[in-house]
């Protein structure tokens, strides 16, 4: 089967940067991605990892290692927008299999 | 706004109903996801359209289906209504067959309310 496994809460201060981790079983992987949802709005799409390694974009960046099936989203510099539920994803066929969600509180 | 529209954004009805949600796709994208939310749930995949055929499903119930026109639109039909189908209903286009760089685009969801 397929699943993953996310902390369900992660709490820091405006300013600080925080690491929201990921690791997942599947029988076949074909990227991992990450997504922002704000309560009551639309998940949007933040990045994708298809290869070992880290990606940057802005103040978010995620790693992925396949060989630990381990991943993870680092945002810097937190602003109290950043307050939101974060969800990994990983490729099965053809859609998208996505985790419980970390919900993310950023205190002023 | 993302470019994905769903309708109705909201739609309370009673048990035993049924009920029709749309989507329309971005411009240019020709596969349609649908998702289900529940409240403090993690998003569950219920079927994907590419190009007006059946991809995917995952786990739909049987009182629940799905089509994609020729127009690339999608609707979601929920019948025999229960409580336990209250939720939110994203539906999500992408260009491709199967998510990669870009990954999804979601709309803006349907809270569907059963009483």
């Known amino acids: 089967g397929q699943s993953l496994e996310q902390p369900s809460e992660v709490t820091a201060v405006e300013g600080a940067i925080v690491q929201i981790n990921c690791t997942y079983q599947t029988s076949g992987f074909y990227g991992l991605s990450w997504y922002q949802q704000h309560d009551g709005g639309a998940p949007t799409f933040l990045s994708y990892?298809?290869?070992?390694g880290l990606e940057e974009t802005g103040r978010f960046s995620s790693f992925l290692s396949r060989s630990d099936s381990y991943g993870y989203l680092l945002l810097q510099e937190l602003q109290m927008k950043d307050s939101a539920s974060y969800f990994c994803a990983h490729n099965y066929g053809q859609n998208f299999v996505f985790g419980p969600g970390t919900r993310l509180s950023v205190l002023p | 706004d993302s470019g994905v529209t769903q309708t109705p954004k909201h739609l309370i009805t009673a048990t035993g109903q049924r009920v029709t949600l749309r989507c329309s796709p971005r411009?240019?994208?020709?596969?349609v996801y649908w998702y289900q939310q529940s409240l403090d749930q993690g998003l569950q995949f219920l079927i994907h359209y590419y190009n007006g055929e059946e991809r995917a499903k995952g786990n739909i119930l049987e009182r629940f289906s799905a089509q994609q026109f020729p127009d690339l639109h999608s609707e979601l039909n929920l019948s025999s209504l229960e409580l336990g189908d209250s939720a939110l209903y994203f539906c999500?286009?992408?260009?491709?067959?199967?998510?990669?760089?870009?990954?999804?685009?979601f709309g803006s969801g349907t809270r569907l309310t059963v009483v």
């Open positions: 990892n298809a290869l070992d």
């Open positions: 999500a286009s992408s260009v491709d067959e199967a998510p990669t760089f870009y990954g999804y685009t």
């Open positions: 411009s240019g994208d020709l596969s």
